[in-house]
């Protein structure tokens, strides 16, 4: 089944303590990206590959790093999460020109 | 500055009772307009791409259409499991790789009571 997979679901943190969530497609897609969602502010990209090693800044990276040594993998990392990166998070994959495959998201509060 | 806007951001429909969602876009040289549907706490799912003006699909009680400036997403009368948000998003201009970077509108609420 073609799918885009996040871990963890859920996680509460405390502010400062490194995290990472994981996320993995299984359709050899070349395109991934990060999302974040807050209410009333819609969907905005944290950052986004186009393929191994090549990745780019989307609206929003301010506090986030990220790395694409796999193609099916594209780790999002929170090197000193803050409050302020409490938000619903989204991986995506997608072909050139074909339409964006979503993960289940993961729900981050950092108290 | 936003290249995609949605209205109305809210619908309220009676069961059966037909509307149509707008997703107007800024740019020229439009390469694919995408329409997704997400539930709450949930990821978008995908509904349509259309990728030229006068081009339409159609899945179940939901129809999209693409003129060169807007699409419109049109409920034929809907029921409650269509209640969900309805986003768009097109790949932007002036970017390096604009497949990459969907630019998604702020969403359309619809609520559909019985």
């Known amino acids: 089944e073609a799918q885009v997979t996040q871990n963890p679901r859920y996680l509460i943190t405390v502010t400062g303590k490194k995290l990472t969530v994981t996320c993995s497609q299984n359709?050899?897609?070349?395109?991934m990206s990060w999302y974040r969602q807050d209410p009333g502010l819609g969907l905005r990209q944290i950052y986004y590959?186009?393929?191994?090693?090549?990745?780019d800044k989307g609206d929003v990276p301010e506090g986030y790093k990220v790395s694409r040594k796999e193609k099916r993998n594209f780790p999002l990392i929170l090197e000193s999460p803050s409050p302020n990166q409490t938000s619903l998070y989204f991986c995506?994959?997608?072909?050139?020109?074909?339409?964006?495959?979503f993960g289940q998201g993961t729900r981050l509060t950092v108290v | 500055e936003d290249q995609v806007t949605q209205s109305p951001e809210a619908l309220r429909l009676q069961e059966g009772e037909s509307s149509s969602l707008n997703c107007s876009y800024t740019?020229?040289?439009?390469?694919?307009l995408f329409w997704y549907r997400q539930d709450p706490g949930k990821g978008p799912e995908f509904l349509f791409t259309?990728?030229?003006a006068g081009e339409e699909k159609e899945k179940e009680r939901l129809k999209a259409t693409l003129t060169k400036k807007e699409s419109f997403l049109h409920i034929t009368a809907p029921k409650p499991e269509d209640s969900a948000t309805y986003l768009c998003?097109?790949?932007?201009?002036?970017?390096?790789?604009?497949?990459?970077?969907?630019?998604f509108g702020a969403g359309t609420q619809v609520v559909v009571t019985p």
């Open positions: 995506a994959s997608s072909s050139l020109g074909a339409e964006a495959f």
């Open positions: 359709m050899n897609h070349e395109y």
């Open positions: 590959s186009m393929n191994v090693e090549v990745t």
């Open positions: 740019v020229s040289g439009l390469r694919g």
């Open positions: 259309l990728y030229s």
């Open positions: 998003a097109v790949p932007p201009e002036g970017y390096r790789d604009s497949w990459g970077k969907l630019q």
